[in-house]
């Protein structure tokens, strides 16, 4: 019953630019932190950044400076605006609902290379 939905992954160059949507069904989506997290080939899945129900935000030292979350509580979604992307971003970038709540979308594939 509870959904949630990435899109807007695909490739691009290095020194390029994405937005990632998450879009969610099932919960009370202004009560929840939102956060997306991204896993790559051989790698622990990481956390990438955090917007809590109060708008305030989080980011990995990695991302920092390039990345910003945000999210629209009447439209249930939440974003991931990538610029000054990185071979190193390539990844598959998940959001989840909650801190203790389990919530995963299944994930959208984001690939950085020339």
């Known amino acids: 019953q509870v959904q949630l939905v990435e899109s807007g992954g695909g490739l691009v160059q290095p020194g390029g630019s994405l937005r990632l949507s998450c879009k969610a069904s099932g919960i009370r989506f202004s009560i929840y932190a939102m956060a997306w997290y991204r896993q790559a080939p051989g790698k622990q899945r990481e956390l990438v950044a955090i917007?809590?129900?109060?708008?305030?935000?989080n980011y990995a030292d990695s991302v920092k400076g390039r990345f910003t979350i945000s999210r629209d509580n009447a439209k249930n979604t939440v974003y991931l605006q990538m610029n000054s992307l990185k071979p190193e971003d390539t990844a598959v970038y998940y959001c989840?609902?909650?801190?203790?709540?389990?919530?995963w979308g299944q994930g959208t594939q984001v690939s950085v290379s020339s």
């Open positions: 989840k609902a909650g801190i203790s709540s389990d919530y």
């Open positions: 917007i809590t129900i109060g708008g305030s935000t």
